[in-house]
């Protein structure tokens, strides 16, 4: 199900942009609003207890690094299908991500940078995961 809605809000604004009844049968899932032209950060709103998701638990973050400098790998993340919790894990303290713990809707993609304030960051290092396969 998906309902685009047209709205403008004033800057440092806030208003209601839908208001109705998400249609039946559809309880277990999630509503997502974000922009086309990615001026805010998406939002999403969980309409159920995160174990009632109607989540795939095979679902999993593809990724793609690219190494840009000996302490900076940028990591290209794509989901397949809706991703909760996307995160990235290292057991090298220090590492500074410019992202972490986000969603990600089936087709959409997200890049993350990682650095490593001394300069010797290990792609083998870096995890990919997320919380579909850990919800009962």
């Not at 922009?35 to 109607?54: C, Q, S």
């Not at 638990?57 to 996307?86: D, F, H, M, T």
């Not at 220090?94 to 992202?99: A, N």
């Amino acid at each position: 199900w998906t309902q685009h809605v047209d709205f403008e809000v004033p800057p440092n604004g806030s208003a209601p942009v839908w208001r109705g009844t998400v249609p039946q049968g559809s309880a277990d899932f999630v509503l997502c609003v974000h922009t086309p032209d990615g001026l805010f950060p998406p939002n999403r709103h969980v309409l159920a207890p995160f174990k009632e998701l109607a989540l795939s638990r095979q679902a999993q973050p593809r990724a793609a690094l690219q190494r840009i400098a000996p302490g900076e790998i940028r990591v290209r993340l794509e989901a397949e299908a809706y991703l909760l919790g996307v995160h990235l894990t290292s057991p090298r303290p220090g590492l500074q991500f410019s992202d972490n713990y986000f969603d990600l809707r089936g087709g959409e993609a997200r890049e993350v940078t990682v650095l490593d304030p001394r300069g010797n960051l290990v792609e083998s290092e870096l995890a990919v995961s997320c919380w579909n396969a850990l919800i009962p």
